[in-house]
């Protein structure tokens, strides 16, 4: 399995960014896919996830109706829309894939069995 997280870049506070994470090696159907972000010095965190197949998304507080989570069947691809960035939202942004079920704890870094590399967001003021 392989999960190729990219997009990432400098944007200024305000603007918009999309990342995408493309996975590989095995069909996903149900699978959770998530967006995590760590920030220099501080703990890898949830931002984002959905299933994959179905409509299901959740989003931290601290970037719900600002970002948007996406995928794309065709291309086997999962997106990260941010609008609104701010400086603090400046990190790495990690992809990853957890098996079906374990919902109850969607926002943990324990409940998921692949990883991307990582792409970093900076977000200047």
């Known amino acids: 399995v392989q999960l190729q997280a990219s997009g990432g870049g400098l944007v200024q506070a305000g603007g918009s960014l999309r990342v995408s994470c493309a996975a590989s090696?095995?069909?996903?159907?149900?699978?959770?896919i998530g967006w995590f972000r760590q920030a220099p010095g501080k703990e890898r965190e949830f931002v984002a996830v959905?299933?994959?197949?179905?409509?299901?998304?959740y989003y931290a507080d601290s970037v719900k109706g600002r970002f948007t989570v996406s995928r794309d069947n065709a291309k086997n691809t999962v997106y990260l829309q941010m609008n609104s960035l701010k400086p603090e939202d400046t990190a790495v942004y990690y992809c990853?894939?957890?098996?079906?079920?374990?919902?109850?704890?969607?926002?943990?870094?324990?409940?998921?069995?692949?990883w991307g590399q990582g792409t970093l967001v900076t977000v200047s003021s």
């Open positions: 959905l299933q994959w197949g179905a409509s299901t998304t």
């Open positions: 090696g095995r069909t996903f159907t149900g699978y959770r």
């Open positions: 990853a894939a957890g098996a079906p079920g374990r919902w109850d704890y969607y926002y943990s870094v324990d409940n998921y069995d692949y």
